[in-house]
Protein backbone atom coordinates (compact mmCIF):
# COMPACT_ATOMS: atom_id res chain seq x y z
CA UNK A 1 0.00 0.00 0.00
CA UNK A 2 1.36 3.76 -1.06
CA UNK A 3 0.46 6.90 0.52
CA UNK A 4 0.95 10.23 -0.74
CA UNK A 5 0.01 12.87 1.38
CA UNK A 6 0.17 16.52 1.38
CA UNK A 7 0.56 19.44 3.69
CA UNK A 8 1.36 23.10 4.05
CA UNK A 9 -1.70 24.61 2.23
CA UNK A 10 -3.89 26.86 4.12
CA UNK A 11 -5.11 30.81 4.02
CA UNK A 12 -2.52 33.66 2.31
CA UNK A 13 -2.32 37.39 1.50
CA UNK A 14 -1.92 38.18 -2.44
CA UNK A 15 2.03 38.45 -2.17
CA UNK A 16 2.41 35.88 0.19
CA UNK A 17 4.45 32.71 0.26
CA UNK A 18 3.53 28.81 0.79
CA UNK A 19 5.92 25.95 1.14
CA UNK A 20 3.85 22.39 0.21
CA UNK A 21 5.01 19.06 1.27
CA UNK A 22 3.72 15.61 0.07
CA UNK A 23 5.60 12.34 1.79
CA UNK A 24 5.23 9.58 -0.05
CA UNK A 25 5.19 5.95 1.93
CA UNK A 26 4.33 2.39 2.43
CA UNK A 27 6.13 -0.17 0.09
CA UNK A 28 8.15 1.92 -2.53
CA UNK A 29 10.77 0.20 -4.62
CA UNK A 30 12.02 3.28 -6.91
CA UNK A 31 10.38 6.66 -7.82
CA UNK A 32 10.43 8.18 -10.85
CA UNK A 33 8.59 11.41 -11.26
CA UNK A 34 6.88 13.52 -9.23
CA UNK A 35 4.86 16.39 -9.39
CA UNK A 36 2.32 19.12 -8.66
CA UNK A 37 -0.98 20.00 -9.80
CA UNK A 38 -4.22 22.35 -9.03
CA UNK A 39 -8.04 21.95 -9.76
CA UNK A 40 -10.88 24.20 -9.09
CA UNK A 41 -13.99 23.21 -8.97
CA UNK A 42 -15.27 22.71 -12.54
CA UNK A 43 -12.07 22.99 -14.45
CA UNK A 44 -9.92 20.46 -15.39
CA UNK A 45 -6.77 19.44 -13.20
CA UNK A 46 -4.06 21.86 -14.16
CA UNK A 47 -0.29 20.63 -14.24
CA UNK A 48 2.00 23.42 -12.81
CA UNK A 49 5.54 21.34 -12.16
CA UNK A 50 7.63 18.29 -12.14
CA UNK A 51 10.89 16.33 -11.62
CA UNK A 52 12.26 13.38 -12.35
CA UNK A 53 14.47 11.08 -10.16
CA UNK A 54 17.37 13.04 -12.31
CA UNK A 55 16.25 16.33 -10.54
CA UNK A 56 15.70 18.37 -13.41
CA UNK A 57 12.55 20.49 -13.15
CA UNK A 58 9.69 21.70 -15.29
CA UNK A 59 7.31 24.26 -14.74
CA UNK A 60 4.26 25.26 -16.50
CA UNK A 61 3.89 28.92 -17.83
CA UNK A 62 1.29 30.52 -15.31
CA UNK A 63 3.82 29.49 -12.18
CA UNK A 64 7.41 29.87 -13.69
CA UNK A 65 9.32 32.34 -11.93
CA UNK A 66 7.37 31.69 -9.16
CA UNK A 67 7.25 28.14 -7.72
CA UNK A 68 10.00 26.03 -6.95
CA UNK A 69 9.65 22.19 -7.36
CA UNK A 70 12.63 20.67 -5.14
CA UNK A 71 12.79 16.70 -3.54
CA UNK A 72 14.95 15.08 -1.11
CA UNK A 73 14.72 11.25 -2.03
CA UNK A 74 15.66 10.30 1.23
CA UNK A 75 12.32 11.26 2.41
CA UNK A 76 10.64 10.39 -0.58
CA UNK A 77 8.84 13.81 -0.42
CA UNK A 78 8.56 16.75 -2.88
CA UNK A 79 7.99 20.51 -2.27
CA UNK A 80 6.26 23.08 -4.23
CA UNK A 81 7.35 26.55 -3.09
CA UNK A 82 5.11 29.01 -3.92
CA UNK A 83 5.77 32.56 -3.97
CA UNK A 84 4.42 35.97 -4.98
CA UNK A 85 1.01 34.29 -4.62
CA UNK A 86 -2.27 35.97 -6.65
CA UNK A 87 -5.91 35.03 -5.80
CA UNK A 88 -5.88 33.06 -8.58
CA UNK A 89 -3.89 30.80 -7.60
CA UNK A 90 -6.42 29.96 -4.72
CA UNK A 91 -6.96 25.81 -5.84
CA UNK A 92 -7.07 22.26 -4.35
CA UNK A 93 -3.54 21.08 -4.86
CA UNK A 94 -2.18 17.25 -5.80
CA UNK A 95 0.72 16.03 -5.96
CA UNK A 96 1.44 12.65 -7.02
CA UNK A 97 4.19 10.09 -8.05
CA UNK A 98 5.34 7.68 -10.47
CA UNK A 99 6.88 5.14 -8.76
CA UNK A 100 7.35 1.32 -8.48
CA UNK A 101 6.69 -0.86 -5.52
CA UNK A 102 9.18 -4.29 -6.37
CA UNK A 103 11.85 -4.34 -8.47
CA UNK A 104 9.65 -6.23 -10.95
CA UNK A 105 6.70 -4.22 -11.50
CA UNK A 106 5.81 -1.43 -13.78
CA UNK A 107 5.69 1.58 -12.61
CA UNK A 108 1.60 3.44 -11.36
CA UNK A 109 0.86 6.88 -11.02
CA UNK A 110 -0.32 7.49 -7.25
CA UNK A 111 -2.32 10.88 -6.13
CA UNK A 112 -2.61 12.54 -2.82
CA UNK A 113 -5.51 13.53 -1.64
CA UNK A 114 -4.98 17.45 -1.45
CA UNK A 115 -4.69 20.43 0.50
CA UNK A 116 -6.66 23.66 -0.02
CA UNK A 117 -4.51 26.66 -0.42
CA UNK A 118 -7.04 30.28 -0.21
CA UNK A 119 -5.29 33.44 -1.19
CA UNK A 120 -6.88 36.76 -0.46
CA UNK A 121 -6.72 39.72 -2.18
Known amino acids: QVQLVESGGGLVQAGGSLRLSCAAS????????MGWYRQTPGKQREWLAS???????NYADSVKGRFTISRDNAKNTVYLQMNSLKPEDTAVYYCNADLRTRITSVSNIYWGQGTQVTVSS
Open 26 to 33: GRIYSINT
Open 51 to 57: VPSSGST
